[in-house]
């Protein structure tokens, strides 16, 4: 299950850090990181890892 979280959540994070890069630049940086976890939290947990939990879930022995 870690690996499984690692392989999603590094995209997602890259994908966050590349768009709201440009947008949330000139923030401190406990503000922009405050941003994406409020962005990638729900993500994760609502669309991202129960997606990706069926699709390893013969990997995952279920």
Do not use: D, F, K, N
């Amino acid at each position: 299950m870690a690996l499984l979280t690692l392989a999603a959540l590094y995209p997602v994070s890259l994908a966050s850090g590349l768009l709201l890069g440009p947008v949330l630049g000139h923030w401190p940086l406990p503000l922009r990181a405050l941003a994406q976890a409020v962005l990638i939290v729900p993500l994760m947990t609502y669309l991202v890892m129960p997606l990706a939990t069926r699709l390893a879930a013969t990997w995952l022995g279920r």
